[in-house]
């Protein structure tokens, strides 16, 4: 048998599912604790509330007014958008611009510097929050934003007004960049009144005075004190830029919503409304810088233009001066006429002076001396004609008288003189025509040459023309164009309409958005209930020893057969258990022996004790347990072989030099009933004590004479309990462990360190004790620290056990007083 049971299979172990139940009892039993850190937290709660200046949330709506798509609106042009849905070019909406604009940092430092939120006012109230006068502050104070910007640190003023008008003014300031901080105070008879600081300079004012110089002022009733605070423009405006939020409603509107935290409505809501209006201010002035711009950019090319024309006019004047035209077309038509006309005229020339110096050859040939000169063959000189004709009609006549007498007739000799001279002067005829033809031909090819060239240069003369009447034309048109656009730039001027208008006037929240008071309760109750339950929590953490049955399920999967509590030892006997007794300590034995009986298995016998370490209170528990059995009339005897500390002797108080176990397992020889004796708290219960500490306890259990002694008990006894030593101190009861049926590890709370179930855990899974459960040894009931023990009698899978309230005992097991 003992074979089979250190040869049976391990079973695997399940993760083991968490007891919410008793972790929520466990806490429970801390609710007094809990439930006053909670109203204490509430408590907190609410005074830091009082103490908060409530935030609403001013809200308004701006309509920004869409540019003519023509000139660039928020889309752009066809194209533009084309492009950008390609994904050729990226750009920013002009709207989406506008909205950045109107929550930049300029913008709004602007609207502090404006409305001098850079000075802030409180007056403090007995209990609660401090009120903020806006526009209705008794004192007010005034720096201009220059110095302020200058400051290296908030300018703080405490101002005191008497009930007689004086003021006392303490000024809290940082005169130099990481110095310290400096204090000025100064009274003044009357306000207003100027106050010197190395920071600045302050004026101050008192709101109660009236507004007629004349009249006197009312004495104040009681005094007051209003606190004054002057920051820098610029940090102020960072913190309104963080507060400020702009957001378009819908992705197809150009209207914003603006939204500001503030701790006034009435401040707030001046706020976006000069924020608008500086808004508009700015996009009127740059759209009129624009204009401005554009408008000294015509008027400058307007000069050089018309200087520009001027001269491309001048130039065409001259040109054509010195070209001589008048109109192009037609100079180059009448250039084509008159050439014409001279070319005919060369032409007759050149016919003219052929027959001329045909007729010089023909007279000056000695040949024809006598013989009539040509005629009629188209001269043009009537002269010469007449001459010819004069010579023949004296040649035909001289041919006349030759007929009907000779040469030497005088008539013939004096008609030959007279020819012979008329002669002479028909070749200075010709050679006179001859000269006045060549001198009209030169005069004709000089002029056909001009027209020639006048007609050859025409085409040159038209392209220089074009160019520079296109010039004229491109300068007169861009004059016209700058003309037509210093009028529109003109008419842009005189608009000034804004580019965002209010739809929705500024209008505060019903109710604060800061602070919450349903979320600072919320977090109040929930951080009032976390705290103690964290440090419950930490606290269990931080615990290294064993203290409830619940620390020990949760590092081990070994089953608990029972709590044993606290026994003053010193006043009581160790046997705590008494027959017939229905108490406290009786009832548990009771449950932990049914526990036992539970896992023993039918013919099993043997159950031994051990624990880690000395003093956990194994031999305690195992002379009661034995006590327990014998009362229910089972024969039981109670072995110690804790041979190295033997401990029996002082649970039954026997002397130590009784005779026991280590005398047999020397000698087995020995009778082995004359060692054991009959107890005297039952006559069912035996004691084997230890006997005398060998100097071998080892050697001595390895012997077979042990196994040979346990089966003899086994045949006479219905119960052995074996007190084994500590087995985390020494191998002993390992060996031991071979013989018994059950072992039961004791554990003792506030004493047994969760680090050593390291080795409970490793002795189970190396089967080296067999049919593993644990005892838990020495709780302290008054402690409460766990709410496991509202009810004993759980014992993992090994069922409850419990009586009920008829024995005043509570639920399961448990006790209550």
Known sequence: MKEELYNEPFENEEEKPIDYKAIIMEYLMYWPWIAGCAAAALVACFIYLRFQTPVYNVNATVLIKESDPKQGGFGGSDMLENMQSLGMISMASKFDNEVEIIQSRNLVQKVVEKQSLYIHYTQERT??????????????????????????????LEITRQTDGSADVKATFVAERKGEEQELAQHFDKLPAVFNLPVGIVTLNDNTLPKDSLAKASPASEPFT???????????????????????????????????DETSPERGADF??????????????????????????IDERIQIINKELGTTEAELASYKQQAGLTDLTSDAQLALKENSEYTQKRAENSTQLRLVEFLQGYINNPENEWEVIPANVGLSDEGLSSAIDNYNQMLIERKRLLRTSSENNPAVKTLDAGIRAMRVNVQTTVESVKKGLLI????????????????????????????????????????LMLLQKREENAITLAATANNGRIINTPMASSAPVSPNGKMFYLIALILGIAAPVGFLYLRNLLKFRIETRTDIEKITSIPVIGDVPHTDLSKENPIVIRENKNELMEEIYRSVRTNVQYMLRPGEKVILFTSTTSGEGKSF?????????????????IVGLDIRKPGLNKVFKLSRKERGITQYLADPTLPLESLWQQSEISPNLYILPGGQVPPNPTELVERD??????????????????????????????????????????????????ADFEVVNALRAEKKLPNMCILLNDIDMDKRQNGYYYGYGKYGKYGKYGYGKKYGYGYGYGYGK
């Open 440 to 479: 009209t031909q030169s005069d004709l090819n000089r002029q056909a040459e001009r027209y020639e060239s006048r007609i050859s240069s025409a085409p040159q003369q038209e392209r220089e023309l074009v160019s520079i009447a296109r010039q004229q034309e491109i300068k007169a048109n861009l004059y």
């Open 226 to 260: 209003v606190e004054a605070t002057i920051q820098s423009p610029v940090a102020v405006a960072a913190a309104y830029k963080a507060r400020l939020t702009a957001e378009p409603t819908s992705k197809t509107t150009s209207i914003i919503a603006l939204g500001l």
């Open 127 to 156: 209990f609660g929050y401090p009120t903020e006068p806006y526009k209705n502050s008794p004192v007010t104070v005034w720096m201009t934003p220059q110095e302020a910007k200058a400051l290296y640190a908030p300018l703080r």
């Open 272 to 297: 976006i409304n000069t924020l608008v209006a500086i808004y508009n201010s700015d996009a009127n002035d740059d759209k009129n810088e624009v204009a401005s711009k554009t408008a000294q950019f």
């Open 621 to 637: 528990n195992a002379g009661n347990l034995a006590v327990s059995l014998a009362y229910m009339g089972k024969k039981v005897i």
């Open 705 to 754: 004479a042990l196994k040979k002694a346990i089966d003899t008990l086994r045949e006479r006894f219905d119960y052995v309990i074996l007190d084994t030593a500590p087995i985390g101190m020494v191998t002993d009861t390992q060996i031991i462990a071979r013989q018994a049926d059950m072992s039961i590890y004791v554990c003792r709370a506030d004493y047994t360190q969760k």
